[in-house]
Structure formats: structure tokens, C-alpha cells
């Protein structure tokens, strides 16, 4: 007798497992056998949020699981409420490990599918542990290859507006912990700061990624769920679990923390004011339908001074930090070529470059490094992504 075909739960599936099941579509068809990795795909991605059919037999550990699970939360007398809610909140993810080291991009496609899914959920379980566990894998990756990781984020965010709100966020996050090491804040101001970045938008998420991809100007109803978005993430993030009062002020004031010293200002306000500029810098170097990305020169120097048009120490700690040319942005040589910045330099506007297209206008057979403090080799101009018509070969760069 045939084995009747069930559902998996949403976002029991992650990019990079291995299979512990086959897995077929509504009506029978397998899609992926057993063993298998699930690589980045539009298909995989729309199997992550719910799409996929198992045997019944084949989940048997997840139905163990999950009865012992409830058997837990009835002798811990939780309300009936909760455990009705249990079935549709348990994750499968927490018993199949991933069995296989996934690649700088696919690691960054996973973590940029579990944030856009765990900031949109309306009823998120767990919430402060789930978003530490992917902020904790999100800075793992940066410390190890901080260039590298810019240069894969900066660059990736500038060529497409799909999951606009996750992906800013994870650059917000990345940019935001590298300012603080500038800065030498403390562990928790740090952490608060990584927070906030995570989440200064939550609950607003799914407004600001319809706006990156229409081409008409925001809707009434669009800019009043904007309006004081600030205010409201802060109490949707105080009814989910965080209470940190830092965190929680910076996210409330990230668009209202004005020009003026750090020094002179609260802790929550200090990193409200950082982040604002943060802010700023990761959406000028992203695309909307409506409107182009700038080029990575124009993003940093359009945030180094403040509103009054004054240099000040939110500003220059980001300069110093990412650089006039971050890597990840497009640049031209004066020997003609046009290449990538792929690390940071000795001076904010002496990067390392790899060269993609030669003098002549066509493109070469492999990235070449040229050092930017040469006068043959110094940076002309920097040029918006629109103009970059070339498709990048990131492995190869992720490896000079």
C-alpha cells in the first residue's frame, strides 16, 4: 500500500541540507530525492516556505518530536492556547543538521532567507533566540572575512531590489558592527547596536518591499504605515521578548536622533544616531524599481557630513570603516580599466581593486588585483551600478 503524502510544515527546509526524505510537489511528482542538497533556487526557495510533500512514513522522528514536545508542555501546565500553537510553530530544522559547509553565497542566500522569513512572521515563536542565532551567524562570517563579506553584500545589494528589507537589514547589521569595533563601544552597546539594525523596521518589512519594487511614488496607505514606524517596531519588539531599553530606544528614534556630538547623548539615542547614518548609507547603495543605486563613492560621501552640513563623528567613523570606495562598489582606473573594489586599502580612498575590464572595453578572462596608491592604477572615477553592465564572477573575486 502507498504511503500517503503529507505537507512540511513552513520553513522546516533550509538551504544547504541534505534530504532526510524525498520530496514531491501536490500531486506525487518527486522534485528531490532523498540525500540530496538543497542548493539556492527559485524552486527551493519556494519549497523553504511551504511548498513541499513528504511520505508520512518518512516523518517519523518530526512526529516523535514534536509529541514529546507537547507531552513537555503539558506537564510544564502551559496554557491549552499555546499548545494548540505548537504544532504550527515546531521547525523540523532543530533536529536535521545541515551535514554539508555551504559557500560564502549560499550561506548568505540561507541567513537572507531565515531573516525575511522571521521578520515577516505574524506570530513569531522564540523570537530573541532565533534572531541572536542568525545574528551570531551573520558576524561569525564577517569576522572571518570581513572584505570579503562586504564586498558579497554591498555588491549583491546593489543589483537587485528583491527582499529589499532583509537584505538591508543584514548589511545594516554588518556595517553597523564594524563601526562599533571604530568606535570601541562596549559588548552591550555593541550587541544593542546589532539588535536594532536587525530590527529597526520590524513590522514594516513587508511595506518597504512592496515600495522597492513599484515604480509609482508611495500610496497614502504606504507612507502612514511609515509614518513613526520607529515608534511602533519598538513596542512590537518589547511584545516579542526584547526588553533590552538601549536597543529599543535606538530602533524607536533611528530616523529622529538629529545632527549634534554622540557624546552628549543617551546611550539608546548615541545608537539611534549611528544607525540613522547606517541607514542611510545601505539604502543609497540599493536599488529601487522607482530609482537607481548610487555609486558607492556618492553613498559614502552623501553620509559623511550631517544634516547642517557639518563633519561629524557618526559620519567619519563610517568613513573610516568602509572607506570612499566600499568594497563591493565599481570604480574606474586611470589606466582605463574598469574593476571591483574587493578590499580595503591603507587610506579611505586608496582600496585594492580587481580589474574586470581591460583597456580596451572588453572584459578579461580573470579578475587581476591592482593596487590603487599607484598613479597608473589610482581610482578616476566610481561609477553607479547601473552603468556595469558585466555579470561578476563572485567566486572568483571571494577567493584574491
Not at 187 to 198: D, F, H, I, Y
Not at 350 to 366: F, M, R, T, Y
Request: with cysteine.
Amino acid at each position: 500500500m502507498a504511503s500517503e503524502l503529507i505537507p512540511l510544515p513552513a520553513r522546516t527546509l533550509r538551504l544547504g541540507m541534505t534530504l532526510p526524505y524525498d520530496l514531491f510537489d501536490a500531486n506525487g511528482k518527486l522534485l528531490f530525492a532523498r540525500g540530496q542538497v538543497l542548493r539556492d533556487s527559485p524552486l527551493v526557495r519556494s519549497l523553504v516556505e511551504g511548498g513541499a510533500w513528504v511520505n508520512s512514513e518518512d516523518t517519523i522522528e518530526y512526529q516523535r518530536a514534536l509529541a514529546h514536545r507537547l507531552d513537555t508542555m503539558v506537564m510544564q501546565d502551559v496554557s491549552l492556547s499555546d499548545i494548540a500553537k505548537a504544532d504550527g510553530s515546531f521547525r523540523l530544522d532543530t533536529l536535521v543538521p545541515t551535514k554539508v559547509e555551504l559557500g560564502p553565497r549560499e550561506a548568505w542566500s540561507d541567513l537572507l532567507l531565515r531573516i525575511h522569513s522571521l521578520l515577516r512572521e505574524a506570530e513569531p515563536v522564540d523570537f530573541a533566540t532565533r534572531l541572536a542565532t542568525l545574528r551570531d551567524a551573520a558576524l561569525k562570517r564577517l569576522h572571518a572575512h570581513p572584505d570579503a563579506t562586504l564586498m558579497l553584500l554591498v555588491f549583491e545589494s546593489s543589483q537587485e531590489f528583491g527582499d529589499y528589507s532583509a537584505r538591508h537589514a543584514l548589511l545594516t547589521l554588518l556595517v553597523c558592527d564594524l563601526v562599533a569595533q571604530q568606535l570601541q563601544l562596549a559588548p552591550e552597546l555593541r550587541t544593542a547596536l546589532q539588535g536594532a539594525a536587525l530590527t529597526m523596521n520590524y513590522g514594516a518589512t513587508a511595506v518597504h518591499d512592496r515600495m522597492a519594487a513599484q515604480v509609482d511614488t508611495a500610496t497614502a496607505a504606504q507612507r502612514q504605515a511609515l509614518s513613526a514606524h520607529g515608534d511602533r517596531a519598538a513596542l512590537r519588539l518589547a511584545q516579542v521578548g526584547i526588553n533590552d531599553p538601549v536597543w529599543l530606544t535606538a530602533v524607536r528614534l533611528h530616523h529622529d536622533a538629529g545632527p549634534g556630538p554622540l557624546g552628549s547623548r543617551g546611550d539608546g539615542e548615541k545608537l539611534a544616531r549611528l544607525l540613522r547614518r547606517i541607514d542611510l548609507f545601505g539604502a543609497r547603495l540599493s536599488p529601487r524599481r522607482s530609482r537607481q543605486a548610487m555609486s558607492g563613492a556618492a553613498a559614502a560621501r552623501a553620509v559623511f557630513l550631517d544634516e547642517l552640513g557639518q563633519p561629524d563623528e557618526a559620519g567619519a567613523a563610517l568613513i573610516k570603516t568602509v572607506g570612499l570606495y566600499p568594497p563591493g562598489s565599481i570604480v574606474r582606473l586611470a589606466n582605463g580599466e574598469v574593476g571591483l573594489v574587493f578590499k580595503r586599502g591603507f587610506s579611505a580612498n586608496e582600496p585594492l581593486v580587481a580589474a574586470l575590464i581591460g583597456k580596451s572595453g572588453s572584459p578579461l578572462s580573470n579578475p587581476v588585483p591592482r593596487d590603487t596608491r599607484l598613479a597608473s592604477q589610482a581610482i578616476t572615477a566610481s561609477l553607479a551600478p547601473a552603468e556595469f553592465k558585466l555579470r561578476v564572477n563572485l567566486e572568483a573575486l571571494l577567493k584574491l
